[in-house]
Every structure is written in structure tokens, then in C-alpha cells.
Nanobody, 129 residues
């Protein structure tokens, strides 16, 4: 059973930066995990942020974060990262790490929450203005 744990959330001023991490455990030899980030603000639907293929060779971003956020992964450390720059107040949300067993690339299909098998507990990101 794959388990995901997010960390790195906190309070940051608008225009600042923050880096989130997602550590995966329970992996086995040649476990192909497409991974992504979602976020959810109180009273709102869970929103897709970005995703990265199992190999790290393909990335996909929502329009709202494109150019500001960067997703990456270090498979040797079983860890995924989300570098967030130029943060805005509307980025305030609980950020969730998610993963699915998939060997292919990422694209619009990666936005579908139903495709993800595993979820972290979330980490709070608050952007003050």
C-alpha cells in the first residue's frame, strides 16, 4: 500500500515563495507512480494544480499556476516537490499530494481526481496580502 505525506506548508506573504514536498512510502521495484498536486480552499471543490509522469519526463500545469509553480520529483528519494513562486492570495488552500499507478505521460486526463489511487493528508498554504 502506497502512502503519501506532504510537508512544507506555511504562511507566506504575497509575492513570496514556498516549496512543498511529498514523500512516498510502500514502493516496490518498478512501481510506476504518476503523481500530482491538488488544492482545496474551504467551501470549494478540490482543484487540480499540476502533475508529473512516473519517470519525471512529462509535466502538466493548470492555467492558474503555469509559469509560477514547478513540479519535480526525485525517484531515488521517493519524493515529489512543488516549488511555488510569485504566490497570490488566491493560492491559499490545503495542498494535497496524489498518485496513480500509470506508466504514461500527463495531460488533461491527469486532472481527473478519480484516476488517483492514493492521497496524502494535506498541508496548509496561506498567502497573506
Amino acid at each position: 500500500q502506497v502512502q503519501l505525506v506532504e510537508s512544507g506548508g506555511g504562511l507566506v506573504q504575497a509575492g513570496g515563495s514556498l516549496k512543498l514536498s511529498c514523500a512516498a512510502s510502500g514502493l516496490t521495484f518498478r512501481t510506476y507512480l504518476l503523481m500530482g498536486w491538488f488544492r482545496q480552499a474551504p467551501g470549494k471543490e478540490r482543484e487540480f494544480v499540476t502533475a508529473i509522469s512516473a519517470s519525471g519526463g512529462s509535466t502538466y500545469y493548470s492555467d492558474s499556476v503555469k509559469g509560477r509553480f514547478t513540479i519535480s520529483r526525485d525517484n531515488a528519494k521517493n519524493t515529489m516537490y512543488l516549488q511555488m513562486n510569485s504566490l497570490k492570495s488566491e493560492d491559499t488552500a490545503v495542498y494535497y499530494c496524489a498518485a496513480q499507478l500509470y506508466v504514461g505521460g500527463v495531460g488533461r486526463w491527469s486532472e481527473q481526481t478519480s484516476r488517483y489511487n492514493y492521497w496524502g493528508q494535506g498541508t496548509q498554504v496561506t498567502v497573506s496580502s
